[in-house]
């Protein structure tokens, strides 16, 4: 099946410093990818929608300026966490789909931030 | 507005039994999607089925089963004769509005599912 690919697994992170996690659709071209946030024994919830080309559209709640995503190809979209604090440890997953119906939609395997 | 819930937030059996994670939706579409995730404690989600809103019928995939009841809006899932490997938290999600590359997935709470040896 298709393979979603996202890169760091993990990161540490000092207060006040930026990270960026890519999320690669390896073997598909993705015009649309999500990007979800879980927090410890909590489900998934989305926090935006990337849009290849377009600007990313954000879930209500969610800091646009906070949570910057660029969808810059086909097959990769970026988050990028701006002046990380501890409450934004959290764990970070992004789907994609195929480019056409009736396909089912794939995670990546996650990235867990620890922001210290 | 699309919503997933599962009341169900823990469970325990013992090896070989039979259990059933509930799952009911709302939404306003005709067509929508209902899918099911495990996510064991690595982390990663794993796709166990998808299912339309104009079928019905309940699927069999070895000791997993699945019922669609449209008339109660629910999508349970039973695992049958449950093993060790089955304990992850099992999540219950929606998709609206047909099943474009666009739509997103809409996750419920999720159930933790703890299988006693």
């Known amino acids: 099946g298709a393979v979603v690919s996202q890169h760091p697994s993990r990161v540490i992170c000092k207060s006040g410093t930026s990270v960026k996690i890519e999320c690669r659709s390896l073997d598909f071209q993705a015009t649309t990818m999500f990007w979800y946030r879980q927090f410890p024994k909590q489900s998934l919830m989305l926090m935006a929608t990337?849009?290849?080309?377009?600007?990313?559209?954000?879930e209500q709640g969610v800091e646009k300026d906070k949570f910057l995503i660029n969808h810059a190809s086909l097959t990769l979209s970026t988050l990028t966490v701006t002046s990380a604090h501890p409450e934004d440890s959290s764990f970070y997953i992004c789907?994609?789909?195929?480019?056409?119906?009736?396909?089912?939609?794939?995670f990546g395997q996650g990235t867990r931030l620890t922001v210290v | 507005a699309q919503k997933v819930t599962q009341a169900q937030t823990e469970i325990s059996v013992v090896e070989k039994e039979d259990v059933t994670l509930d799952c009911v939706y709302e939404t306003r579409d005709t067509t929508y999607y209902l899918f099911w995730y495990k996510q064991p404690p690595s982390g990663e989600l794993v796709f166990l089925i998808r299912?339309?809103?104009?079928?019905?019928q309940n699927e069999i995939s070895g000791r997993y089963s699945w019922n669609f009841q449209k008339s109660t809006s629910s999508f349970n899932f039973t695992i049958t004769a449950s093993q060790v490997v089955d304990s992850a938290v099992y999540f219950c999600a929606l998709s609206e509005k047909g099943y474009s590359s666009a739509s997103k997935i809409i996750f419920g709470s999720g159930t933790r599912l703890s299988i006693r040896p």
């Open positions: 789907s994609a789909r195929v480019d056409r119906k009736n396909t089912e939609a794939f």
């Open positions: 990337s849009n290849e080309g377009s600007k990313a559209t954000y």
């Open positions: 299912r339309n809103s104009f079928d019905e």
